[in-house]
């Protein structure tokens, strides 16, 4: 099998914001196939769709209800006929979000679950008996509350590691693994060029009496066993010249490598979720940028000798990097990127990461969509909180953040009518059109970015070496092959620092690659302006 996504750089798209066609507020496939132009002059080689099959929409597409049909916000079976054809026709590949640790509840094979204890698409989930009083264990769900659901139809309690609505699939039963197995298939003959895998490490679960002693995620995070299903899965995707991404949460630096083992790995590449690092009370998040840095060097680490990362600073889940770790602006966005993508690893780019979009300024509850925020904006109100703090706790690190409209000019210009969410008011500041026009813009570092990356093989397969590992705010490293040496420098924060460069970097002539300020300097004393960002390359 080629390994073409080693050389790719990715573009995630979450479809409800990127861009309507038919102006009822909602992204849809048309729009996308619209964006292509855009895509290819940035220099993506392969978009991530967020989940577009249909769904009641609970958790925005995450919940199910039919693997094999399209949401029709988004289109039909055709548009995506279309748009894969339209994109492989631009030399663009196209991989999928694969939910296979849950269904909707909506789900036929659930509605059929829920009737009765004979039913025979019972053992599908998981069952328990349990009482209106008395659930079958502790365990709590990523969005709060317990993992179970009393039914009062059968008087038995289902599992789930999400949202009610999100019933886990019984991954034990092999008729059900032969269900997804199938499903899978189909969409691989259907032509797509790989899944993203959610949620993977959670699809098999600890015997009900486990019990919890210090994380609450133990009895569902890549809990042995897995090793059963992720082979059976390895068989399927390894028959298709495909890749694979895994959110896999759990599955430490340690692990990571067999995971992504190029010969016998069950998956390509892991997006690991430990770099997002915060700290501080809810409402005072911040972003701990050290711990940042470090996970993410243990990571480049861990997987040098064999295994690959997935590289990523934003997605569909996180508040805006530029907010967390930047301050908003153009220098921060392009220090960002700088740092995060000459690691080695397939680099993703979120939707409007490329432009330095920033967290939205919420105003009220009205504008909060994810499950999980209404949650927890409901459980702030029953400790007795104001609705105004209940709404700044909740906002302050919300995963809406990321999922307000893409800015395609100085109105939005993602629909003609009222978008499903509101349009963050800084679209007159940062957005493509703007940017396009403006050589030293996130837009065009982001074009030089990934042209770099391609044209130079040190940033592919080169080593990873960590320079001035303990600063707390810039950070360094070395990328290194036989032949060549690369060195990336970059200030993550918003006031000057004084370093000193390695000897090696300095004892050499060098060539800048990159730099996101005027004039950068190269000598053994060097004081880095606010987020600025430089690449050099140690001469022949
Ligand atoms: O493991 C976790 C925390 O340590 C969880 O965060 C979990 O792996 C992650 O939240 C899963 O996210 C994905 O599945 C969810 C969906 O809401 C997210 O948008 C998606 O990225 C349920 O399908
Ligand atoms: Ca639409």
Known sequence: MSKWWK??????????????????????????QSKLPYLKELGIDFIWLNPIYQS????????????QAINPEFGTLEDLKNLLEAAHAQGIRLIMDLVVN???????????????????????????????????????????????TYDQQTKQAYFHVFAKE?????????????????????????????????????????????????????????????ETYMSELREIFRSYDIMTVGEASGVNSKKAPFWTHEEDGYIDMIFELEHQVRSGEPGQEVGDLLGFKKVLSRWQKDLQPIGWNALYIDNHDN?????????????????????????????????GQELGMTNYPFESIDEVNATDSLASYHAWLEQGLSPEEALRLTTHWTRDHSRTPMHWNNFGGFSNSLPWMKVNPNTDKINVAMQQADLFSPLNYYKKLISLRKSMPVFISGSYQIELPKHPTVWAYTRKTVSDEA??????????????????????????????????????????????????????
């Open 56 to 67: 009641p929409n609970i958790d925005n597409g995450y919940d199910i209800s039919d693997y």
């Open 102 to 148: 849950h269904t909707s509840d909506q789900h036929p094979w659930f509605i059929e679950s829920r009737k009765d204890r004979e039913n025979p698409y019972r053992d599908y989930y998981l069952w328990a008996d349990a009482t209106p009083e008395k659930m079958p264990n502790n365990w709590q769900s990523f969005f709060g509350g317990s993992t179970w």
């Open 7 to 32: 050389n790719a750089v990715g573009y995630q798209i979450y479809p409800r914001s990127f861009m309507d066609s038919n102006d009822d507020g909602i992204g849809d496939l048309k729009g996308i």
């Open 319 to 351: 508040p805006r990097s530029n907010s967390v770790f930047g301050n908003g602006t153009s220098e921060s966005a392009s220090a960002l990127a700088t740092a995060y993508m000459l690691l080695r690893g397939t680099p993703f780019i979120y939707q």
């Open 487 to 540: 060195y990336v420098i970059t200030n993550l924060s918003d006031q000057p620092q004084s370093v000193t460069l390695p000897n090696r970097w300095i004892n050499t002539p060098t060539t800048t690659l990159l730099a996101n300020y005027p004039d950068p300097s190269w000598k053994k004393t060097v004081t880095l302006r606010p987020f600025e960002a430089i690449a050099v390359k140690k001469d022949a």
């Open 166 to 226: 999100q019933p886990d699939l019984n991954w034990k039963n092999p008729v059900v693994r032969e269900e997804i197995y199938q499903m899978i298939r189909w969409w691989l003959d259907f032509g797509i060029d790989g899944f993203r895998l959610d949620a993977i490490s959670h699809i098999q679960k600890e015997p009900w009496d486990f019990k919890i002693t210090d994380n609450p995620w133990a009895p569902f995070m890549n809990v042995s066993g897995i």
